[in-house]
């Protein structure tokens, strides 16, 4: 798996950040972000259960640039399949 980096938190400080990246391989997303606390993960309950397998994050709004250009770069790479 190649991952591609691109961005932290801005005002991360630089020990616990969220951060996101792409996987060249199959274009995925994969973000780094803080659990969500228990009332956020009530909230997400009552749209359906979360598998063992997953979790709820929180990924503050300051990162949506780095995610945009993430999104961007996964959409190139999906095309040229």
Not at 56 to 79: F, G, L, N, T, Y
Request: contains cysteine.
């Amino acid at each position: 798996m190649s991952l591609r980096f691109f961005g932290k938190d801005p005002d991360t400080d630089e020990d616990h950040c969220p951060t996101v990246w792409v996987d060249d391989e199959n274009a995925d997303l994969v973000i780094q972000g803080w659990k969500a606390d228990h009332g956020t993960q009530e909230k997400c309950l009552k749209s359906g259960p979360i598998p063992d397998t997953e979790a709820v994050i929180r990924v503050p709004a300051r990162m949506v640039p780095q995610i945009r250009k993430a999104c961007d770069a996964a959409e190139r790479s999906a095309e040229l399949r």
